[in-house]
């Protein structure tokens, strides 16, 4: 450990770490982006890395004599080292790829390694290393590899997904890893999706799972938003225990209670039919949102709705006029993830619908799930369903985060 807090030896071995990731990651996205088979090389890696993580190093140190400037040139000549040293360190087959897509990957490894590394390796002396100098080296290298590993999981499935949503049933059989895409085809692309549409009514499967998910929200915020306030302000017998078993709901899985409701549901006639479904979600969903909104009351200031106790409002309207508008962040946040749930539930769905006429659309893109039907409507309904939600949240992340209750008490 003594050793390794030495600049000398933690600049070439965070650097052959993060050249070797770096190289995965483009021959990954060359991989796919190309058809081709690209692979990093493990020991062509381990020498640019070093070079790379010395080479910042010793950029480091002469950044003390010369200005920003020469230290900019000794990585950018670091970086055309490191392109031209064994074509970059990702080995590919020269006879299937083209010389430009080779040097393209080749230019993007090379910068993908050096640009990181000078932020890993900031300030970091070629000699010995202060613990801070030598744990901030450390977070920043973890901080980047997690960057990158938890973007390639989330990302590589989708983008299979969609590119298979894209394919011809000839290109599928003829090369089913083949995930690169056919530009020529043009508006061909979109076949899957414009069948899915006039073929297997998957815009009745969107309506339907929007309006089930909106009635949700509304049905869940209805009585989990009174449910919460009464936990969090009221003072009543019960109340502690009450608000420690909320979530006990969750504590039994939902497929012990798939067989129960199938068994009611059908005695009342509720089994296939929307009603039965839009009564049973927000079962699932209340006990969720009770406890997210009863610990945001809790840390809403008193004063405020006292203030308004005093001027006169009835409890009703100070929940309505001064609570409320309080917990829009809240509110929105829970709303969010309760849409989230209804959209994606599948379980009682499958079970609960057999109609056609009436699939929610997790329900429209289990159907697809079939020997008869072509793996690329599958992609697509699965595109279909993922978008949507996406959308939604990527819209209300900045309402959520923002300040809940900034300014709301004057000191």
């Not at 504590?251 to 049973?280: E, N």
Request: proline share 5%.
């Amino acid at each position: 450990m003594k050793y390794l807090s030495y600049g000398s030896v933690t600049g070439p071995v965070l650097g052959f770490l993060w050249c070797f990731t770096a190289a995965s990651s483009v021959a990954v996205i060359f991989s796919f982006a190309t058809g081709y088979a690209f692979r990093p090389s493990l020991s062509l890696s381990l020498l640019a890395g070093v070079i790379a993580g010395l080479g910042v190093i010793a950029a480091n140190r002469l950044s003390e004599f010369l200005n920003r400037q020469g230290a900019a040139l000794i990585l950018a000549a670091l970086l055309a080292l490191l392109t031209y040293i064994g074509q970059g360190p990702v080995v590919y087959d020269a006879l299937q790829v083209s010389q430009p897509v080779a040097v393209l990957a080749c230019l993007l490894t090379g910068g993908f390694v050096v640009i990181p590394i000078a932020v890993i390796l900031h300030e970091s002396p070629i000699n010995a290393m202060s613990r801070h100098e030598f744990e901030d080296a450390i977070i920043r290298f973890l901080t980047g590899f997690g960057m990158v590993f938890f973007t390639a999981i989330v990302m590589i499935p989708f983008y299979v997904m969609l590119l298979t949503s894209f394919k011809s049933q000839g290109e599928l059989t003829r090369d089913p890893l083949n995930f690169s895409l056919d530009l020529s085809r043009g508006w061909d692309l979109f076949r899957s999706y414009q069948e899915l549409i006039l073929v297997f009514n998957f815009d009745r499967y969107l309506l339907i799972s929007f309006v089930v998910s909106i009635l949700t929200v509304i049905i869940t915020l209805l009585f989990s938003v009174p449910g919460a306030y009464a936990v969090a302000r009221l003072r009543f017998r019960g109340q502690k225990a009450f608000s420690r078993s909320i979530l006990l709901i969750y504590m039994v899985p939902m497929i012990v209670l798939a067989l129960p409701i199938y068994i009611v549901f059908s005695m009342v006639a509720l089994r296939d039919t929307l009603i039965g479904i839009i009564l049973i979600y927000p079962v699932t969903t209340i006990p969720v949102a009770l406890y997210i909104l009863q610990g945001y009351f809790r840390g809403l200031p008193v004063e405020v709705e006292e203030a308004g106790l005093m001027d006169g409002l009835s409890r009703l309207a100070c929940i309505w006029k001064i609570t409320l508008p309080l917990s829009l962040p809240a509110m929105a946040s829970v709303s969010l993830y309760v849409f989230m749930i209804a959209w994606n539930e599948f379980l009682l769905a499958f079970m609960l619908l057999d109609n056609p006429q009436i699939f929610t659309l997790t329900r429209g893109v289990a159907s697809l799930n079939s020997s008869e039907v072509p793996r690329q409507h599958l992609m697509a309904g699965a595109v279909i369903s993922t978008i949507p939600v996406l959308v939604l949240f990527l819209g209300l992340e900045r309402f959520m985060t923002k300040g809940l209750t900034a300014g709301s008490v004057k000191g």
